[in-house]
């Protein structure tokens, strides 16, 4: 296992520092260019990162504090590269609001303030060893966020933010007295303080710790990060904060941070897998995906509020990949992993266009936006293409992961070496009627979500515009986000870059280790 400590100290460091120089600065531009350079600095060093987690394997660092595998370093590559769009989207957004007066100098400082600090904490997480520093990284989101969801000052924002502040921080709760009781277990086990909560020995001795303390503590672990993923029951904080905050904050909620929480969860059930029960936590996983999918599409069929309709569209595609990863194997989990990479593109890309319509329109009433294609082209084809990614249309990428998802569902099997052939034939029957049964349930609501979606959307990139909207869209460089995602959820569905492939290959290594 080697280090490296440069790229890790830079991505560690650097977010901090750009928290406390946006507090200092007054200058836009220079407030812009702090954030894109603290942004390019964040993805080279991530691409470092890659590169010896490709070349020599995982690594700890900082005196074990820090440990990076394939799959943290996949998470890593998603909050980098997302983050860095963002940025990009952020200047032309955050000006506009300035130039008409919406918000002041100092608010935009704030908000690279708090911005930094957001991505410092989910970078956090995603490379603590230790599961306590993992958790309160977790913590850390929540507090940078609520403010930001809140950024615009309006009594709705406010009920938001407060909103989301009361329940992730009820959910991040219940996920510490899972973290208490693994730690429980683990010490019993080690008689370490120091390293029971460390990913590194807890993967070594997780087959040693005591089953029935490990299955109550993944389920509080589930619940708790699973507020965080916005998985149904625990979701109702999630359509109204990303009906509020600002555009590239939703993007960064619902691309990054979704895919962060997931990445907390994995973790938990990579350990919990070595002392339970084959499927039992890949079973919890499956049902608390499918519920989440199941509602999500049926709440989309009603929404009459474009952002509340991405926000729903986060809840459904959070629930394939939870179905993926319950399912295992390479197919599901392979599955899973490409459908977050997916997610993040096709939600970051929907939430920009939302954003360029929001500033546009004035509202969020779907059916007082008409006539997009005429008065803003390249924000309708951005609505259009991120409209069919999320719908699992071909050729975008996310049609492939929903396949690969899909099929690990409708061939998942079952242990069945101490079952006598008249019971292994019972189960092999009951497998092909539940496999079928669910696999048509969710091709059942996929048309009907499919119907919905699409029949939203065309009602805004259609008819004529309202009087008094002005047509016409101007090139800038919050336009190069739109163009980059909408490029990659084409071209991922065509070919995966080899690095990228070689990556998540790697990480699914990661996650089936027994």
Same mark, same amino acid.
């Given at each position: 296992?080697?280090?490296?400590?440069?790229?890790?100290?830079?991505?560690?460091?650097?977010?901090?520092?750009?928290?406390?120089?946006?507090?200092?600065?007054?200058?836009?531009?220079?407030?812009?260019?702090?954030?894109?350079?603290?942004?390019?600095?964040?993805?080279?060093?991530?691409?470092?990162?890659?590169?010896?987690?490709?070349?020599?394997?995982?690594?700890?660092?900082?005196?074990?504090?820090?440990?990076?595998?394939?799959?943290?370093?996949?998470?890593?590559?998603?909050?980098?590269?997302?983050?860095?769009?963002?940025?990009?989207?952020?200047?032309?957004?955050?000006?506009?609001?300035?130039?008409?007066?919406?918000?002041?100098?100092?608010?935009?400082?704030?908000?690279?303030?708090?911005?930094?600090?957001?991505?410092?904490?989910?970078?956090?997480?995603?490379?603590?060893?230790?599961?306590?520093?993992?958790?309160?990284?977790?913590?850390?989101?929540?507090?940078?966020?609520?403010?930001?969801?809140?950024?615009?000052?309006?009594?709705?924002?406010?009920?938001?933010?407060?909103?989301?502040?009361?329940?992730?921080?009820?959910?991040?709760?219940?996920?510490?007295?899972?973290?208490?009781?693994?730690?429980?277990?683990?010490?019993?086990?080690?008689?370490?303080?120091?390293?029971?909560?460390?990913?590194?020995?807890?993967?070594?001795?997780?087959?040693?710790?005591?089953?029935?303390?490990?299955?109550?503590?993944?389920?509080?672990?589930?619940?708790?990060?699973?507020?965080?993923?916005?998985?149904?029951?625990?979701?109702?904080?999630?359509?109204?904060?990303?009906?509020?905050?600002?555009?590239?904050?939703?993007?960064?909620?619902?691309?990054?941070?979704?895919?962060?929480?997931?990445?907390?969860?994995?973790?938990?059930?990579?350990?919990?897998?070595?002392?339970?029960?084959?499927?039992?936590?890949?079973?919890?996983?499956?049902?608390?995906?499918?519920?989440?999918?199941?509602?999500?599409?049926?709440?989309?069929?009603?929404?009459?509020?474009?952002?509340?309709?991405?926000?729903?569209?986060?809840?459904?595609?959070?629930?394939?990949? !939870?179905?993926?990863?319950?399912?295992?194997?390479?197919?599901?989990?392979?599955?899973?992993?490409?459908?977050?990479?997916?997610?993040?593109?096709?939600?970051?890309?929907?939430?920009?266009?939302?954003?360029?319509?929001?500033?546009?329109?004035?509202?969020?009433?779907? !059916?007082?936006?008409?006539?997009?294609?005429?008065?803003?082209?390249?924000?309708?084809?951005?609505?259009?293409?991120?409209?069919?990614?999320?719908?699992?249309?071909?050729?975008?990428?996310?049609?492939?992961?929903?396949?690969?998802?899909?099929?690990?569902?409708?061939?998942?099997?079952?242990?069945?070496?101490?079952?006598?052939?008249?019971?292994?034939?019972?189960?092999?029957?009951?497998?092909?009627?539940?496999?079928?049964?669910?696999?048509?349930?969710?091709?059942?609501?996929?048309?009907?979500?499919?119907?919905?979606?699409?029949?939203?959307?065309?009602?805004?990139?259609?008819?004529?515009?309202?009087?008094?909207?002005?047509?016409?869209?101007?090139?800038?460089?919050?336009?190069?986000?739109?163009?980059?995602?909408?490029?990659?959820?084409?071209?991922?569905?065509?070919?995966?870059?080899?690095?990228?492939?070689?990556?998540?290959?790697?990480?699914?290594?990661?996650?089936?280790?027994?």
């Amino acid at each position: 296992m080697g280090t490296i400590v440069a790229p890790v100290a830079i991505i560690l460091g650097t977010p901090l520092m750009g928290a406390v120089l946006s507090l200092t600065t007054r200058q836009t531009h220079v407030l812009h260019g702090l954030n894109l350079a603290t942004m390019a600095a964040l993805l080279i060093s991530e691409l470092a990162i890659v590169q010896q987690v490709l070349t020599q394997g995982s690594f700890t660092s900082l005196w074990g504090f820090v440990y990076l595998d394939a799959l943290s370093a996949f998470i890593l590559l998603i909050i980098t590269a997302i983050g860095f769009l963002c940025s990009l989207y952020t200047w032309t957004y955050l000006d506009d609001y300035l130039n008409r007066g919406t918000i002041t100098l100092r608010r935009v400082s704030q908000f690279f303030f708090l911005f930094h600090l957001f991505l410092f904490a989910m970078i956090a997480a995603t490379m603590a060893n230790n599961l306590g520093i993992l958790w309160a990284a977790m913590e850390g989101t929540t507090l940078a966020t609520a403010f930001l969801i809140s950024f615009f000052r309006k009594r709705e924002g406010f009920e938001a933010g407060w909103k989301y502040l009361i329940l992730c921080s009820v959910g991040i709760a219940l996920a510490l007295f899972g973290t208490v009781l693994t730690y429980y277990s683990s010490v019993r086990v080690l008689g370490d303080v120091s390293a029971a909560l460390n990913v590194t020995t807890l993967l070594e001795v997780a087959h040693q710790l005591d089953p029935h303390v490990l299955k109550l503590a993944f389920i509080f672990m589930l619940v708790g990060y699973g507020t965080k993923v916005g998985l149904v029951p625990m979701h109702s904080w999630l359509p109204d904060a990303y009906s509020e905050a600002p555009a590239p904050v939703v993007a960064m909620l619902a691309g990054v941070l979704e895919t962060v929480a997931v990445y907390a969860l994995l973790r938990s059930k990579a350990i919990a897998d070595h002392a339970l029960p084959e499927h039992y936590t890949g079973n919890l996983l499956i049902f608390l995906g499918l519920l989440s999918f199941v509602v999500a599409a049926l709440f989309i069929l009603i929404q009459r509020d474009y952002k509340r309709l991405f926000a729903y569209s986060s809840i459904e595609h959070m629930g394939i990949a !939870m179905a993926g990863f319950g399912v295992g194997g390479v197919a599901g989990t392979f599955g899973g992993l490409f459908h977050l990479l997916n997610h993040a593109l096709a939600k970051s890309l929907a939430f920009f266009s939302a954003g360029n319509v929001h500033r546009r329109f004035g509202t969020r009433e779907i !059916m007082e936006v008409r006539g997009l294609a005429k008065v803003q082209p390249v924000t309708a084809i951005a609505i259009v293409v991120a409209g069919l990614a999320l719908v699992g249309m071909p050729p975008f990428s996310m049609f492939l992961s929903e396949v690969m998802i899909v099929s690990a569902l409708a061939t998942q099997s079952f242990s069945s070496d101490t079952l006598h052939l008249g019971r292994f034939l019972t189960i092999i029957v009951a497998h092909d009627v539940r496999s079928l049964a669910i696999v048509t349930l969710f091709l059942l609501f996929a048309v009907a979500l499919f119907g919905g979606f699409t029949y939203r959307l065309a009602s805004m990139v259609w008819r004529n515009p309202p009087d008094g909207v002005q047509s016409g869209e101007r090139w800038d460089v919050g336009h190069v986000p739109l163009i980059v995602t909408g490029a990659a959820l084409v071209g991922f569905g065509l070919a995966l870059p080899e690095p990228v492939r070689g990556l998540m290959d790697r990480a699914v290594n990661v996650l089936l280790a027994r």
